[in-house]
């Protein structure tokens, strides 16, 4: 019953058997110990899972791990590299886009993919990119912000 | 002394963690051994438990315990104790907790909950607060003198009325025949659903030899919600330890056990293992806890220039089917029903009552974003009626420094004038209105609100310096977002003379840190603020007395800033905070300085006022003026908020930015709230319970947000710093509302502004030939 | 969160495995596309399946390729795939609008073509502009292949032509004519991510004076029991010469035409009202694609 499944997590390669009903959102938190992402309501609806798998956004709690198999995935945890923080990381504490902290991951996530696409987004593209993450505390003005300033920053630096 | 950190808005000390993925809030805590809950709900409304049958749900692989309110039959509550943690013989809501399962999977517990039966006898039941009321309503609670309560509220035995309070002053009728005109009508502000990101989550342990319990929980009071347990449980503080995580959100709808009761009640029968229930969306809309739906009927008194002589205030509050908070939001609510206004004649009456559905609590405040939606709407039509200028009326009867509270106490620190200013001359108040074209049409509106804060409350920390100069202070300030350990650091580095670096803020426990009421009623800025400065005052004299001690010198003549000491007149530093504990303690190593800070408002002069009277006195009072700018689409009616200004009176801004965050923050939740959110019920069923129905902004409802802080003096805040986080909440609804009046003519009273409201009221009005 | 119940788990490598299996299976067994519609209803316990059956391993079923005078679009393409391709957004540019409108990116990465048009929602955001391109949807089966128009694919909310042991392989949309121009709306209870209260599609030929009307599609979601073509509405805009007045009588039989419940969601009567009004805007704006104005192909 259960399917062995091959994916790289934040670089690393891992090997897991799951049973096919298992959501990669599960695998993530529960298996693996990534909590950095977290689950709001299971189903698509507020963002708070979301990771990059193969680059792109995808509600964490609406795929199944078995297609994870043979793909590449990043959670906040594995976007700071050797312990420098990603402009975006750095942005949203510096512009004050972090309030509870519940959504950051899937905020920041999503904006990554958004930059990485269109690192001149303005404040209409970065509204539809982030419009599947709610933040109940309401810092979408200064998360808006801040996702401007890192696409600056990623723009000077060259970077993806 | 020069402030360094105090402010400044500088990076929140929880920022990298929460950044990186390493914050755990308590959906994240795994323990050894730990097992997972879920909760068989009641799907009636109101009704008998004829049969409860757990057979097949021990079947289930992996389950390890099954309970129902015979196993574990306690009530909590700290203001009426009329809650069952599981349903004893009767359910009163639909989503009340009636059996709870744990195993070793969480998809085991829930597909044993799927395998409990449960015979239920329906009884009539009642949704309308209103008709709750009725002497022939359903009676929800017939033993309602049986429960403790605190003897603040009054009950009405024999009713579905758990708290009555009224309240006069002047004479009524005499300010009513004075009055030129007197306008009379009721508004409607609905339940809404906290809605934090974070979903009700906590774990439990039992520790069966002692009868001990540890938690975890992300409750944002864990000293009041500890003492509400020990109660409920008949047990001692010292038997029951909360260990605070941090918060996703909170609002005000994590006062009450929600998840945290289902893993106690699972915990006391897994013989030892702890046990993780965490609430899925849907429990989480339809089964915690929402803002208390409030019906206001307000009459009041005017003279032809708007001149407020009086007012009469009829308020029905829905509490749900069990108290929980919300005796203190139809409390409080009975006054803040006035506004911030000077009116010298009142008659009001507010009753908590009684419903067959989900129970409601405090929201952003207790009961202020409620009584400032109806007050505010309500001061329009008045200055409407009148032909004033809506800025205008509530520039003449707001309150000013040195006024009179009803009780007499004299206000201190009003900002209320200059938040009216600032935030309509921000929204250009008075300029011509544009005309996009079309079908749009924009308008402008204006709200005002006062908020008290809970008083007398108590706040103690602990302040403790380690040898090499690291500082960390111990409260029970739970970090729910806005920002609480942050500021706690910027006051304390400033009061004692250390680098913000130097200071850890680590997480309440309440075997730890000393007690503090909660995260609440924007009190901790204030209240744990003045706490800490005190702590942090007596640590600095006591680190200056070394210093001394060392250099031979007259410790007035010492400065101690940013960790270094400072000989007077001196450029350089003598020594480091760091050289100074070593030279002090030799090389004995350990802690070696403990400070407690206790603050209390009781016996302040602030809160003098007419004999008898004091309780109605607050240590410092709040103001905010949001001012609103629409754009309404006459064919759909689709609402866009533009622009908000937004003005507050915080006292002082220890950290600007996050000031702005909560403005800003409320801004969205009260937009969100006006006209996205409802509930949809049936049958006291809530019918959508989940995200993709119960509506919530998001990136793409965000108006432009002006945010304005304003700055008073208060003889007795720390730094000056009052609060910030609730009333941001309040005005933006009605000065929506009030917008959407000045762009269409059309005036709503209940809550929420849908678009099928607007195209209908619109439809109305054409008919009708306006 | 709820949990996903336990079933049988089939990942079939071609679409003759897969539609084998969905035979030998029957009712019990759902295809799996993209999950963000089936997932859900799993988790909420509206639907229990025995088993499910993992499309995502059959090769070749996210293409979007350019085929005999029009466009291919594969069933497993997510919707996101849609609004990026520069190919539909040169051939076909009312797809990307109406992807651009479904849900949020993250679940538009996620969920596919065929998986909203096989989940026959009446909600569809993709189906009323898939309709009024006169799109075909390409079946295959242990019976073999075949092909319904769109607009004959629907039978009620949730039902679809389908029979037991079909499954959806790729939609096919005809080239647009020459001055032709299309465009689809929606309108929610707010401006964030929302189900369609009402959505038109619209999709007006013109001929070389830019007023008489070649050919005329137009399509709603939302307000009937599936997405629904629009016929009477249409043959107002056949009668004569595009006018404003002409618009907006069409716009009117189209909110004659519908038949929109009430449900939590909003009343039939404010879809009515909006359904009239995005037929007008949605006109509108396909009338100045179709011109030439600011854009179109």
Known sequence: MKSAIEFKVNGERRQLEVEPW????????????????????????????????????????????????????????????????????????????????????????????????????????????????LCRCGSYKKIIEAVQEAGEKMKEKGRR | MKLHYVGKSVPRVDGLEKVTGG????????????????????????GR???????????????????????????????IKDQPFLALDRVRYVGEPVVAVAAETE??????????????????????????????????????????????????????????????????????????????????????????MEPHAAVAQYFPPAEEFTLWSSTDRPHTMAKELAAALGTSLHKVRFISTYTGGGFGGKATMVAEGMAVALARFTKGRPVKVVLSREEELTASQTRVGAYLQLTTGVKRDGTITARKAEMIWDSGAYA??????????????????????????????????????????????????????????????????????????????????????ILRGVGMMETLQRASRAIGWGEAKPSPGGSKRRGKGIAVTIKPTATPTESYCFIKVSDDGSVAILSSAVEVGCGQKTVLAQMAADTIGVPLASISVP??????????????????????GNAVRM????????????????????????????????????????????????????????????????????????????????????????????????????????????????????GKAIHPVMCEQQIEGSVIMGLSNTLFEEFKMENGRILNDTLADYKVASTMDTPEIVSIIVETEHPEAPFGAKGVGEPAAAPTAPAIANAIFDAIGVRFKELPITPEKVLSALRAKTKNGA | MKRIKPFTYFAPATVSEAVGVLAKEGVGAYPLAGGTDLLVRMKRGDLAPGALVNLKRIAGLDGIVKESGGLRIGALATIRAVELSSVVRASHPVLVEAAGLLGSPSIRNLGTLGGNIGRASPASDMAPSLIVLRGRIGIEGVEGKREVA???????????????GEMITSIYVPEMQEGSGAAYMKIGRLEGMDCALAGVAGYLALGAKGREVREVGLAVAACAPMPLRVKRAEEVLRSGDLTEERLQETARVVAEEVTPISDMRGSGWYRREVVGILAYRVLAKAWQLAAGDGGGR
């Open chain 1, 22 to 133: 298992i959501t990669l959102v599960e695998v993530l938190r529960e298996i693996l110990h990534l909590t950095g992402t977290k689950e709001g309501c299971g189903e698509g609806d507020c963002g708070m899972c979301i990771v990059l798998v193969d680059g792109r956004p995808v509600n964490s709690c609406l795929m199944l791990a078995v297609d994870v198999d043979g793909r590449e995935v990043l959670t906040i945890e594995g976007l700071a590299e050797g312990g420098r923080l990603h402009p975006l990381q750095e942005s949203f504490v510096e512009r004050g886009a972090v309030q509870c902290g519940f959504c950051t991951s899937g905020m920041i996530l999503s904006a990554k993919a958004l930059l990485e696409e269109d690192s001149g987004a303005g404040e209409e593209e970065i509204k539809r990119g982030l419009s599947g993450v």
């Open chain 2, 23 to 46: 914050a755990i809030y308590s959906v994240d805590v795994v323990l050894p051994g730990m097992l997972y809950g879920a909760v068989l709900r009641s799907p009636v409304a109101h």
């Open chain 2, 49 to 79: 438990m004829v049969r409860v049958d757990v057979a097949e749900a021990w079947k289930v692989a992996g389950v390890r315990a099954v309970v129902t309110g015979q196993d574990f039959p306690h009530t909590f509550g700290n203001m």
């Open chain 2, 107 to 196: 998809l085991a517990a829930q597909e044993a909950v799927g395998k409990v039966r449960v015979e239920y006898e329906k009884l009539p039941a009642v949704f309308d607060p209103r008709e709750a009321v009725a002497k022939s309503a359903p009676l929800i609670h017939e033993h309602l003198e049986e429960y403790f309560h605190l003897p603040r509220y009054e009950i009405v035995p024999g009713t579905n009325i758990c708290v009555i309070r009224t309240y006069s002053l002047g004479d009524i009728e005499q300010g009513l025949a004075e009055a030129d005109e007197i306008f009379e009508d009721e508004y409607h502000a609905h339940a809404v659903a906290h809605t934090p």
């Open chain 2, 324 to 409: 929980s908070w919300a005796p203190e939001v139809a409390f409080r609510g009975a006054l803040q029903i006035i506004g911030p206004y000077r009116v010298p004649n009142l008659e009001l009456r507010s009753r908590l009552v009684y419903t067959n559905k989900e129970i409601s609590g405090p929201y952003r405040g207790f009961g202020t974003t409620q009584v400032t939606w109806a007050c505010e709407v309500h001061t329009d039509g008045i200055a409407e009626k009148l032909g004033i200028d809506p800025l205008e009326i509530r520039l003449k009867n707001g309150y000013v420094e040195g006024d009179s509270y009803i009780n007499g106490q």
């Open chain 2, 507 to 528: 997480q309440s426990d309440t075997h730890v840190t000393p007690y503090d009421l909660g995260v609440c009623s924007s009190r901790i800025t204030y209240h744990m």
């Open chain 2, 535 to 650: 702590a942090g005052m007596e640590v600095r004299k006591k680190i200056l007395k070394f210093a001394g001690e060392i250099l031979e010198a007259d410790p007035e003549s010492l400065n101690l800033s940013e960790g270094k000491i400072f000989q007077k007149g001196a450029q350089e530093a003598s020594l480091s905070l760091k050289e100074l504990l070593a030279k002090k303690i030799g090389g004995r190593g350990g802690p070696i300085l403990v400070a407690e800070g206790h603050y209390t408002p009781i016996g302040s002069p602030l809160l003098a006022a007419l004999p008898g009277r004091e309780g109605m006195s607050s240590i410092f009072w709040m103001f905010a003026t949001h001012a609103a700018e629409v754009e309404v689409d006459t064919d759909t009616g689709m609402v866009k908020v533009l622009r908000v200004a937004a003005a507050h009176d915080v």
């Open chain 3, 150 to 164: 769109v607009e004959e694919f629907f039978k009620g909310p949730g039902e679809t032509v389908l029979s037991s």
